[in-house]
């Protein structure tokens, strides 16, 4: 059974880092796209970011610049860099593997406080 298990989540100043991790289990990863989301509270569940296969990235335009989307397939994770970050940042993250058929994890909390 695949699993998603994101972390790196927690408390953070407006204008602070914060790395989020997602490793997945199987042997699947490196054939997947993976992709970032966010929900933050009472709102819906929004794209982040994407890495293809390839190692191609897109990102949403409220992140561009200032999240980073990186994959490392040896050790079946997935990271995002965010910097810079503001309190609308504030939600629970989820990582997804996958496109059609696809796994999520429970999401990590990250709060911005201002």
């Known amino acids: 059974q695949v699993r998603v298990v994101e972390s790196g989540g927690g408390l953070v100043q407006a204008g602070g880092s914060l790395r989020l991790s997602c490793t997945a289990s199987g042997s699947i990863f490196s054939s997947k796209t993976m992709a970032w989301y966010r929900q933050a509270p009472g709102k819906q569940r929004d794209w982040v970011a994407l890495i293809t296969t390839d190692g191609s990235t897109n990102y949403a335009d409220s992140v561009k610049g200032r999240f980073t989307i990186s994959r490392d397939n040896a050790k079946n994770t997935v990271y995002l860099e965010m910097n810079s970050l503001k309190s609308e940042d504030t939600g629970v993250y989820y990582c997804?593997?996958?496109?059609?058929?696809?796994?999520w994890g429970k999401g990590t909390l990250v709060t911005v406080s201002s």
């Open positions: 997804k593997m996958g496109r059609s058929i696809a796994y």
